[in-house]
């Protein structure tokens, strides 16, 4: 199951509470940093970088050097949305040539039609989930900006029939999933009866705190943020050693290596791989530094220091 796999990673096993750990299981790579929501809640629609889409090339020499270092969970997705992107089965297609055991995506739900969805399971797309964090037609405006309350809905439901029916067809089994923000109060109450319309269409659904997005987002809309990135509900982790600077990668469209879930704004890249390969990035004098200063749990200097968590 999902969760399964998330908390492997954010258990931050022994090997990899070193300055110079292996190379990460599980990477995410960014197709495109372009949204079509500005949720109060992630800072992608603050507009703290430019927005495009990741070169071809580039991807493909990426996806390349990784799985040759040793990556098995390619997530192609970071913090835009990926059914922006038009190649997208093509990405996944090439992914799963190259040998990736287990390709992974994210979405918002709203562009994930059937279709769409179609072209990525017969592509080799191995788990889908969708972030469903509203209770309502008119909450999912407010929230995002945009009216799609019924579409992702209406999309989630119909991709458990896609999924059975390329399955059958193909014999290729991808996870249909979808995590929720767990709010609180009357807020919760409402979420869990508007998940029970998508959790029948659905292999696994769970529950996610609210983040702080690295300290961006703190406090929007009188809301509090847990610290850090701790987690799933049900397996919360310490705020400090982060696993994200230990367990997985985080590359942005333009070809950095960040140290952070949440690098909205450039402040945790840790090499340029258009200059330098992923394990040199991966394994170099910044990322030590920052790992160094995770185990110690004290970032006071290091750009976690801006975290909410250490606020």
Known sequence: MITDRIDDITRIPPEYRAAIPPCPKSVKIELTARCDFKCFFCATGFKLREKADMEWDLLCRLLREM?????????????????????LPDAIAYAKELGFPYIFLTTNGR?????????????????????FNWASP???????QV??????????????????????????????????IRYD??????????VATVTPYLDEHYWLPLYGQAGLTAGARGTKPVAGNVGRIGALRDPL?????FTEGHIT?????????????????MGDLKEMSFMEAWQGAAFQALRRANLCKDVTGTACETCIAYQ
């Open 111 to 131: 562009l994930a039609t059937p279709k769409r969805v179609g072209d990525c399971i017969r592509a080799g797309l191995d788990s889908l989930k969708f972030s």
């Open 185 to 194: 109060g009357e807020q919760q109450d409402r979420m869990k009866e508007a």
């Open 253 to 269: 469209y333009d070809g950095k290596l960040a140290a952070c879930c949440f690098d909205h704004d450039g402040r945790f890249n």
């Open 138 to 144: 008119e909450q999912c405006k407010e929230i995002t």
């Open 67 to 87: 799985r040759e270092a040793g990556v098995e969970e390619i997530g192609l997705f970071y913090l835009g949305e990926s059914f922006l992107y038009r190649k």
């Open 241 to 245: 050693p982060c696993w994200a600077v």
């Open 147 to 180: 009216n799609a309350f019924d579409t992702v809905v209406s999309n989630i439901q119909a991709a458990r029939g896609v999924r059975d029916a390329v399955e059958a067809e193909t014999g290729h089994h991808c996870g249909l999933y979808a995590s929720s």
